[in-house]
């Protein structure tokens, strides 16, 4: 759990440079970067668990 918390308090450099990525693409089409998505994934219809 001690992990986890520091992890969450310390975001590690890779998380800093995909959050910066997906804010700069947010801004390149105009939405927000919970709206973007990649074209090339196919979702199944159903999902099983």
């Known amino acids: ?3 986890t918390a520091k992890r969450f308090l310390q975001q ?3 998380y800093k440079k995909r ?4 804010e700069y ?3 390149v089409y105009h939405c927000s ?3 973007l ?3 090339g ?3 199944p219809d159903v999902i099983e668990w």
């Open 1 to 3: 759990m001690r992990t």
């Open 12 to 14: 590690p450099t890779t």
């Open 19 to 22: 959050k910066q990525d997906l």
């Open 25 to 27: 693409s947010a801004e």
């Open 33 to 35: 970067i919970h709206e």
């Open 37 to 39: 998505e990649d074209p």
């Open 41 to 43: 994934v196919v979702y």
